[in-house]
């Protein structure tokens, strides 16, 4: 099991960036994947981006590519969600989420995750 906690959630701008940030804990050298996700008012989960643990290699949604960037420190057992241009349609909760099966297209899938965080809040105003 991992334990996840997100960060750097709060009130912006639209046009501005915000960076957030996931520190994992306890059994993380199961991790294979970590993905990002995020949940509009009466929305479900949104896929908004992964990263692979052991290359570093990612996996943006659509709507999120050049406007993203996730980054892990292995070290640090981190993982972070840069945001830039954003949209008050990005208004959510974000969460972070850890897979143990892989890096494939299941990432996409929040079903496929293990564990989660508890999300940290993110609005964009306009």
């Known amino acids: 099991q991992v334990q996840l906690v997100e960060s750097g959630g709060g009130l912006v701008q639209a046009g501005g960036s915000l960076r957030l940030s996931c520190a994992a804990s306890?059994?993380?050298?199961?991790?294979?994947?970590m993905g990002w996700f995020r949940q509009a008012p009466g929305q479900d989960y949104e896929f908004v981006g992964g990263?692979?643990?052991?290359?570093?290699?990612?996996y943006y949604a659509d709507s999120m590519k050049g406007r993203i960037t996730i980054s892990r420190d292995r070290r640090k057992n981190t993982v972070s969600l840069q945001m830039n241009s954003l949209r008050p349609e990005d208004t959510a909760v974000y969460y972070c989420?850890?897979?143990?099966?892989?890096?494939?297209?299941?990432?996409?899938?929040?079903?496929?995750?293990?564990?989660w965080g508890q999300g940290t809040q993110v609005t964009v105003s306009s």
């Open positions: 989420a850890a897979d143990s099966r892989g890096w494939g297209p299941h990432i996409t899938s929040a079903d496929e995750y293990d564990d």
């Open positions: 306890g059994h993380t050298l199961s991790t294979q994947a």
């Open positions: 990263i692979s643990w052991s290359s570093g290699n990612t």
